[in-house]
């Protein structure tokens, strides 16, 4: 029995022991945790102090310099991942700081250096303050000057007594400007000029960005560059590609002509420009313009283009003359050589207002190789109370000034009278039209001519009836406007009276007058009216 009691205690005893050695042993391991979570709770004080790593010689000097250390030889400092060299130091532990004399080097990671003759280094505040020959290189960046502040805290580099700036083929000069090492933007003031190969920049205030040579333009800017010349207030040059996107209004000048617009793109390498919103092209040598909302030109094949509410507007002669269609082109040839020519095709819905004359088609051409304009599906030309229309119109230019006409296929005229109900007419496979100093002192019609003509009463301008003819040609001579002579070889006629006139003779077979459709300004050019089927009598 004794035995048996035992053997509960015995079970006891050492159940016991076994949980007292546990808690012995989870004591250091408690303690060592505590002491774990009060280090990583514990704030980590930064180490700012400068470090002197070498220097052959240092003593003291109580009278010149007491607060100071002086090193000569070889002199190293280290502070916080920099490490900087020169020849000779004051150094102010106190102050934590120190000046540097003599080939100062300055080396931050593996990408940041700084040169200079001399510095002064403040580690409280992490500011480097670099004079005379100083350098400062970042990758493929190198800035240039004679008075530098470094801070290391912002990665900004500061200069305020002139400094250039190189980024590969690009060179930055500015009177003051700064430079984040980390972002590598640059900002330039002040007598600011940029060059680039051919390329030449100038203004008061310049954004650069090294990390994708990247200019911004934020005021009054002048480029030139080649034979071109930019001037902008704000936009962007991408230096590298010599490329240009401009804002506000921006003017690009090239040999006498210049485009404006709301935004303007130029690629100075491709020769290509593009041009948006509200855009005017302007040639003063050939005296012409181009308006658009958008327009795009390529210098070395002498193509343009401009759509959208576009407009050419000649003004060579005394009278401006507008012309609208939905798209304009133009077409350079021998560009290269001294037979240049260019072609400009104005396509759908082309309308034309001047002064003195107007004008409707589907689609028209220039073609400054011969100076012949020609009008191409129902074209129709006006001249005071005078209507021309044929399938093709062909206008012929000599210095800027109409030198002849010719119609082609289906030729119709029709002259309104001052009673403006009255048409004298003439209809034939063709006409031409001659002038001298943009005056008609000829006019010739060919093959199947049909006449309807009213002549006047030379003592009070009435009208006598109406001369019906048929022949093969009709040549009839001007001067000031009026008719001089008429010449036609053997024709068949008859005078009717005004109040016997038939009514089948009044009116040649396809007369119509189209006064609805015609251009009324310059502003109604943009109003396109179709022809009306009530507008063709049956004859």
């Not at 004051?90 to 080939?103: C, I, P, R, T």
């Not at 680039?196 to 203004?203: E, I, P, S």
């Not at 798209?327 to 021998?334: L, M, S």
């Not at 009839?476 to 009717?496: D, F, S």
Request: aromatic share 14%; hydrophobic share 35%.
């Amino acid at each position: 029995m004794k035995k048996n009691i035992r053997r509960p205690f015995r079970w006891f005893y050492c159940s016991l022991t076994a949980v007292l050695l546990l808690c012995l042993l989870a004591i250091p391991a408690a303690n060592a945790a505590k002491k774990k979570t009060r280090r990583a709770a514990r704030p980590k004080v930064e180490d700012k102090r400068i470090y002197l790593v070498h220097a052959d010689v240092l003593h003291f000097d109580q009278f010149r310099n007491p607060d100071a250390q002086i090193l000569n030889g070889k002199v190293q400092f280290r502070h916080k991942g920099a490490t900087l060299h020169c020849d000779s130091a004051y150094f102010y532990e106190a102050s934590n700081s120190f000046e540097a004399f003599g080939h100062v080097k300055m080396f931050q990671g593996d990408t940041l250096s700084l040169f200079s003759d001399y510095a002064f280094y403040d580690g409280n505040e992490e500011m480097a303050m670099a004079r005379y020959n100083v350098q400062l290189r970042n990758r493929g960046t190198t800035l240039y000057t004679d008075s530098l502040n470094f801070d290391r805290i912002y990665d900004n580099a500061y200069f305020f007594e002139g400094g250039k700036m190189v980024d590969g083929k690009t060179t930055l000069i500015s009177d003051w400007g700064e430079y984040n090492t980390k972002t590598k933007l640059a900002v330039f003031n002040y007598n600011v000029k940029m060059r680039n190969k051919d390329m030449y920049l100038t203004t008061d205030t310049l954004y650069y960005d090294t990390h994708v040579s990247m200019a911004e333009i934020v005021g009054p800017t002048d480029i030139t560059s080649g034979k071109s010349h930019i001037y902008s207030e704000r936009g962007y040059y991408d230096t590298k590609n010599d490329r240009a996107r401009l804002l506000e209004r921006s003017v690009l000048t090239n040999q006498g002509k210049t485009l404006i617009g709301d935004s303007v793109w130029h690629d100075e390498k491709e020769g290509i420009s593009k041009a948006y919103y509200n855009v005017i092209y302007t040639d003063t040598v050939n005296k012409n313009r181009l308006t658009c909302n958008y327009g795009e030109y390529y210098d070395q094949t002498g193509y343009a283009m401009c759509t959208d509410s576009a407009v050419a507007v000649d003004f060579s002669q005394r009278d401006t003359l507008f012309v609208h269609a939905d798209t304009f082109k133009i077409f350079t040839y021998n560009i290269e050589t001294d037979s240049v020519y260019r072609k400009m095709h104005a396509y759908n819905k082309v309308r034309a207002y001047r002064f003195d004359i107007q004008a409707v088609c589907d689609s028209l051409v220039y073609n400054s190789k011969d100076s012949c304009m020609t009008m191409y599906r129902d074209p129709i030309v006006w001249n005071n109370r005078q209507q021309l229309v044929g399938d093709e119109i062909q206008v012929f230019m000599r210095d800027s000034v109409v030198d002849h006409a010719h119609v082609i296929d289906n030729a119709f005229s029709i002259e309104q009278l001052r009673d403006l109900k009255n048409f004298n007419q003439v209809s034939s496979k063709e006409m031409f039209a001659y002038f001298t100093n943009g005056e008609i002192h000829e006019a010739q019609a060919k093959d199947n001519v049909l006449i309807v003509y009213y002549p006047e009463d030379e003592s009070d301008s009435s009208l006598i009836g109406l001369n019906y003819t048929e022949t093969s040609e009709l040549r009839m001579y001007m001067e000031n406007r009026k008719m001089k002579k008429i010449w036609m070889p053997k024709a068949e006629g008859t005078l009717y009276p005004m109040s016997q006139i038939p009514p089948d003779k009044k009116y040649l077979p396809g007369y119509a007058w189209y006064d609805y459709v015609r251009p009324l300004s310059k502003h109604d050019i943009f109003v396109w009216r179709s022809k009306r089927e009530d507008s063709v009598i049956s004859q």
